[in-house]
């Protein structure tokens, strides 16, 4: 869930003098991490050059709920945003729901002459993993709009104009 930072739990035999004589005492140190992570980077991608911000709010009211944001601004045709939230379906649950809304924008006129947005939403039921196997079904769907540059040679007019992507994938 990403909520402790550190976790160690040690077991003794109790030494309380009115415990029962199999009893035990278990202690459990626990280090929760911040409420808050904010991460900045640059990199490159196909001849440009990125910035990108970052930031997860994580157990906002104590139920291992967790929201994350993504920006990354290309200095010359790119730009992505994404915006998600997650929480378990149920407190105490091993099944955690994740939604998420994103756009991306990518300008490839000057390689192959028409630009990209695309703008949609994600869906997602994942089972937090018991050290042995872990299951996700996801559900996304995007709006997906191509405009083509003037006197393009590259794509065919058919290819412009606006398309829906539907998925699912477990």
Same mark, same amino acid.
């Given at each position: ?61 104590? /139920? ?5 944001? &993504? %920006?990354? #601004?290309?200095?010359?045709? *790119?730009?992505?945003? =994404?915006?998600? @939230? ?11 729901? /994740? ?5 991306? &924008? %990518?300008? #490839?006129?000057?390689?192959? *002459?028409?630009?990209? =947005?695309?703008? @949609? ?19 996304? %769907? ?29």
């Amino acid at each position: 869930l990403d909520i402790f930072k550190t976790a160690e739990c040690s077991v003794d035999i109790s030494s309380a003098p009115d415990a029962p004589e199999h009893a035990l005492d278990v202690v459990l140190n626990l280090e929760e991490r911040g409420t808050h992570t904010i991460s900045t980077g640059t990199y490159m991608q196909g001849g440009e050059g990125n910035a990108e911000v970052s930031w997860t709010l994580r157990n906002l009211f104590g /139920n291992g709920e967790r929201v994350l944001g &993504n %920006a990354s #601004l290309g200095h010359k045709t *790119s730009n992505t945003f =994404r915006l998600e @939230g997650s929480a378990p379906v149920a407190f105490g649950s091993p099944v955690r729901l /994740n939604i998420a809304a994103f756009q991306s &924008n %990518a300008n #490839l006129a000057k390689y192959s *002459s028409f630009r990209e =947005r695309q703008r @949609g939403l994600n869906l997602a039921l994942t089972s937090i993993s018991d050290g042995e196997s872990s299951h996700e079904v996801w559900y996304e %769907a995007a709006w997906r709009t191509v405009t083509l540059e003037k006197g393009s040679f590259v794509c065919p007019p058919e290819e412009a104009g606006d398309s829906f992507k539907s998925s699912l994938r477990h």
